[in-house]
């Protein structure tokens, strides 16, 4: 990698330590500019992936810089893997990570955020525009770190064995449903089911750190059938009071590809009494289809028999199109960054207008994620969209309390009793 040496008296005041971690394929250039400008401390080139840790305890790194060339980069597991090393005390801090990808900023964006309120700075930066790597590096020197540099280390918040054995067991985790609404009428129409660790020593664990772990561990099955079971008790209750509705339930296509998995989630349904209209699969994006027929089969046998079928985040991945035309979508869902984006970017709301178009004409379900204002119900029913879900609607609910909102409502406006079929808006 021909990349010059720091030029510590070119560096301006507080010039990050950067790290460019390998391969580089396009950024060499835009990174030596910046070296040789004094916009960086220092910068230094890592092949090796797996001497990671050794490196960054070896040498201050404030930044480390990456290339992301697919939404399935092993780069976008970089922010989690260095939080897991700080929680088991390997790091003295968390760096910041800037991607660099070609990719449209949205489908990158929202990941980030997620992955800053779990506690490291993330930036999206072009690999496309020489300026954007310099602005990214200035967003992260103004913004307030997640953890104050110099704080003590956190203990270990989890061990992968401990994860193991928790999903396993079932004993600290547990569901939270969030309700989906009609946005004219104001009924409820039906729920994601949502997991949730509670981690008997640090409390509550995010989603975003437990789950790539679990996909590390290969035990997201082992999560997705503990969610089913405890949706089924939830549909067991309301169905004895004729107040059921759908819920959804998460799973990557690496899960439902599974031998047998589809299989036994309709055998339990039908030995359950859970009428298939009942339970959603919402297909997520968090891995690549390597056999888009496989699973379209696969899916198509899962529609014939009753279930529905979601696409989570629809215009965030790189494969939304290719996934919405060839897999058998009974709805999909309009990811939170364009709908809480679409009053102010015009680009964000042609993208509202299109999905919520491309859902008429394809006979679809769409439903409108990330609903935070007010302003948002209204602008949505003025587009035309029906069903939504969000925290100006209602935050995820606890089991006890989502039966109890449920049966409310149900008494104010009966749902479809049993044996009659199940309509969703």
């Known amino acids: 990698m021909n990349i010059p040496a720091a030029l510590s008296d070119q560096a301006g005041a507080g010039a990050p330590h950067v790290m460019a971690l390998g391969p580089l394929t396009r950024s060499t250039d835009m990174l030596s500019g910046l070296l040789i400008q004094g916009d960086l ?61 070609d990719l449209p900023a949205q489908t990158l964006d929202a990941q980030a955020s997620e992955l800053r309120d779990a506690g490291v700075g993330v930036e999206v930066a072009s690999l496309v525009d020489k300026h954007s790597l310099a602005g990214a590096l200035g967003r992260l020197a103004t913004r307030r770190p997640a953890r104050p540099a ?21 004993q600290e985790f547990r569901i939270v449903l969030q309700p989906q609404y009609d946005l004219t009428t104001g009924r409820m129409v039906g729920a994601e089911a949502l997991a949730r660790w509670r ?82 699969i919402e297909l997520t994006e968090d891995v690549d289809i390597d ?70 004409r394809l006979g679809m379900r769409v439903v409108a994620e990330g609903i935070e204002r007010s302003e948002h119900i209204y602008l949505l029913r003025e587009l035309g969209c029906h069903v939504g879900q969000g925290y100006e609607l209602c935050r995820p609910l606890e089991v006890s309390d989502f039966i109890a909102k449920v049966l409310n409502e149900a008494s104010a406006q009966p749902l479809p009793r049993n044996g009659e079929q199940y309509r969703v808006a």
């Not at 110099?150 to 079932?170: I, N, Y």
């Not at 169905?239 to 819920?247: D, E, S």
């Not at 984006?341 to 207008?353: K, L, S, W």
């Open 41 to 101: 401390h220092s910068l230094r080139v890592s092949e090796t992936r797996g001497q990671l840790e050794a490196e960054l305890a070896a040498e201050a790194v404030d930044v480390i810089v990456c290339e992301v060339s697919g939404d399935a980069s092993e780069h976008l597991n970089l922010p989690v893997r260095l939080l897991r090393l700080y929680a088991l005390n390997r790091l003295a801090k968390v760096p910041a990570v800037i991607w660099l990808s």
């Open 150 to 170: 110099g704080a003590a280390c956190p203990p270990a918040r989890f061990t992968e064995d401990k994860l193991r054995q928790s999903v396993e067991s079932g």
């Open 199 to 280: 981690h008997g020593g640090f409390g509550e664990i995010p989603p975003s750190e437990f789950l790539p772990a679990l996909r590390r561990l290969g035990r997201k099955c082992a999560l997705f059938d503990f969610v089913l079971a405890r949706v089924h008790e939830v549909l067991h209750t309301l169905l004895r009071a004729n107040a059921a509705l759908p819920v959804s339930i998460n799973a990557s296509a690496a899960t439902l590809a599974i031998p047998g998995l589809l299989y036994r989630l309709d055998a339990g349904a039908r030995r359950e009494g859970i009428p298939a209209e009942l339970l959603k």
């Open 291 to 360: 056999d888009i027929q496989r699973i379209a089969s696969d899916l198509e046998w899962m529609r014939a028999r009753g279930f529905g079928i979601s696409m989570d985040d629809f215009g965030t991945g790189t494969s939304t199109l290719e996934r919405l035309t060839r897999l058998p979508f009974s709805e999909f869902k309009i990811d939170r960054s364009f709908v809480q984006r679409m009053h102010t970017e015009p680009a964000a709301r042609a993208v509202v207008i299109t999905a919520l178009d491309l859902g008429r």
